[in-house]
């Protein structure tokens, strides 16, 4: 079937070509495949992450991916699909047809050299740049940079410069930002969130997502990725498989084109760090020699990232936002229910008590990897809304609903919804899934007396905070992959 391009997708093709002709600029490397991510910004810091590439293309989709196979495997039985991790399971990685992890799909192997930041306001063009910085082979050839003393509510325009271990230049990739407003600036924000990027459920002609090219029409202030950003559950038996993983998500054309313009902030969930509803005494074979633990240096190594993963930001006067760790402290999810169980850990809910109330934002939104609210299908037993986690849950629920204009946005669902709890009136916002394929997991006809909307679809949500003569609101919309808009619901400040 022939596919026909909207003006977006058109838009966005042409915009990789550009780059796609800078990066072949160097021929002979360092090259820039995986593209940059700038994330973490504040008032007056961001943080450059890039990584330096043998080649200036990913290994083609015709060549193949790696087959696992396991010690108790049925003959004819598919290795490569998600099945049950019984205790006990194997595996056993082998790639077919002579190839090796630099050469399976998606493959972007990473190379020595020297990589470094160039910046400066939009509104000047004198550069600033940072010193020259080897990459590290053994955080798969990465490098993080942070800029400093920067100027709140200011553009920047970047560009990642590299050279070879000749000093000899190499490829360059172009970028910007905009800093966080000064808390004291009423000003308007605008940011996009979503959840669930599994790597077959791609749907955009050139590579990659829909929802990319969309929101970056939309110009937001900044993205938030909840977690499951990757899955490495089937195929990531190892640490060099599962820095593949990375290496073929974010060399995907619409990933690399976005993170270029719109600074992110990333948040793992169980998918990302190791496998599915897992915790750090988790045991099992299913992962073969990849572990808990290096699934979250990993995650460190890939995206930029402060000195922990849960943070506050402050954007503008009428927005502060909370981006919460729900992987590295929890108990085990068998554990019974109590007031020792939990998901943060204390010293991530002291932190979390403390500065919401030392906020005097007028709008305070935590993004979560996980509902705390849901309603969630009653066989689940991995977060806050699900029975398991009911004591820690209604803590959270009972703190939160007592703070004025203080609202939840969730990802791991693969559905958008926003919901009331029953007890507290705390409101959820469930941004749903990065595309169609992926979405499901509850049934569209099931709406409950929680519910006052549901959809059961890819997309993403986007948040807009404002003031209309002179009153400060803010706007939940959620969106197709392709940004229409499906809901709306806009609340007052009070």
């Known amino acids: 079937m022939k596919r026909t391009y909207s003006p977006t997708d058109m838009i966005v093709l042409l915009i990789f070509a550009c780059t796609y002709s800078i ?32 080649d200036d293309v990913r290994a083609g989709g015709d060549a193949p991916l790696p087959v696992v196979t396991y010690n108790d495997a049925t003959p004819g039985e598919s290795q490569t699909e998600s099945r049950p991790r019984r205790a006990g399971r194997v595996p056993t990685v082998t790639f077919p047809n002579g190839t090796s992890i630099d050469t399976i799909e998606g493959a972007v192997p990473g ?51 590299s050279r070879n271990l000749s000093g000899e230049a190499g490829a360059s990739l172009s970028g910007s ?21 599994r790597y077959p459920h791609q749907d955009a002609p050139e590579g990659g997502f829909r929802m990319y090219n969309a929101m970056l029409e939309m110009t937001p202030s900044f993205f938030v990725h909840t977690g499951d950003i990757l899955y490495y ?47 750090p005494t988790m045991s099992t074979t299913y992962m073969g020699d990849f572990t808990f633990a290096q699934g979250q240096e990993i995650f460190l190594e890939q995206v930029p990232m402060g000195e922990k993963t849960y943070r506050t930001i402050r954007w503008g006067e009428d927005l502060q936002i909370w981006l919460v760790e729900g992987r590295d402290f929890r108990s085990a999810n068998t554990d019974p229910d109590g007031p020792d169980k939990t998901i943060w850990g204390e010293e991530q809910k002291a932190w979390f008590r403390r500065t919401v109330l030392d906020s005097d934002a007028t709008f305070r939104v935590l993004i979560s990897p996980m509902p705390i609210v849901g309603p969630d299908r009653s066989g689940k037993k991995d977060n806050h809304s699900n029975a398991v986690f009911a004591h820690e849950g209604n803590e959270l629920r009972a703190f939160m609903a007592k703070q004025p204009n203080m609202f939840v946005i969730c990802g791991d669902r693969h559905w958008q919804y926003i919901s009331v709890d029953a007890e507290t009136s705390l409101r959820e916002y469930s941004c749903g899934p990065a595309s ?13 007396p929680e519910h006052e909307y549901l959809n059961v679809t890819g997309g993403y949500l986007s948040v807009e905070v404002d003031r209309k003569a002179g009153k400060p609101f803010i706007a939940f919309r959620h969106h197709s992959v392709d940004g229409e808009l499906y809901n709306e619901d806009i609340r007052e400040g009070q």
């Open 23 to 54: 990066q072949q600029a160097s021929a002979e490397g360092p090259h820039l495949a995986t593209g940059i991510k700038i994330g973490e910004v504040t008032q007056d810091t961001a943080i450059v992450w890039t990584r330096l590439t043998r």
């Open 177 to 197: 930002f905009r800093t966080a407003p000064d808390p004291a600036d009423a000003a308007r924000v605008l940011f996009t969130v979503t959840t669930g990027q």
């Open 436 to 448: 169609d394929e992926h979405a499901g997991g509850w049934n569209q006809e099931n709406v409950l």
């Open 111 to 161: 190379t020595e050299g020297d990589v470094r930041v160039a910046y400066r306001t939009t509104d000047t063009t004198t550069w600033q740049y940072t010193p020259w910085e080897s990459v590290d082979p053994a955080s798969d050839f990465a490098r993080q940079f942070t800029l400093s003393r920067l100027s709140p509510g200011t553009g920047y325009a970047i560009r990642v410069e």
């Open 233 to 279: 559950d089937d195929l990531a038996k190892n640490e060099a498989l599962a820095h593949w993983h990375w290496q073929r998500m974010y060399s995907l054309p619409t990933n690399v084109q976005f993170h270029r313009w719109v600074p992110s902030y990333f948040i793992k969930d169980d998918h990302d760090t190791w496998i599915n509803d897992c915790w």
